[in-house]
């Protein structure tokens, strides 16, 4: 199973994560303190996020 992760020493978290309207899934929210957050229940790791995010903050990990 692939998951996404987001790399908080990356992303600036200082506006609305555009990455909200990418994910064909709904996967994706903010968190309080701005960082987008993955909802592990609707994320399928399609990658949508990871190829938009203009901060390259979203990775894809393969989980063993």
Not at 45 to 53: H, I, S
Request: hydrophobic content about 30%; overall charge positive; charged content about 20%.
């Amino acid at each position: 199973m692939t998951t996404v992760t987001v790399d908080k020493n990356i992303c600036p978290h200082n506006h609305v994560c555009p990455l909200i309207q990418v994910c064909p899934y709904n996967a994706i929210s903010q968190d309080k303190d701005g960082y987008p957050v993955i909802d592990k229940e609707r994320c399928i790791g399609c990658g949508a996020c990871v190829k938009r995010c203009p901060m390259k903050a979203m990775k894809l990990k393969s989980a063993n």
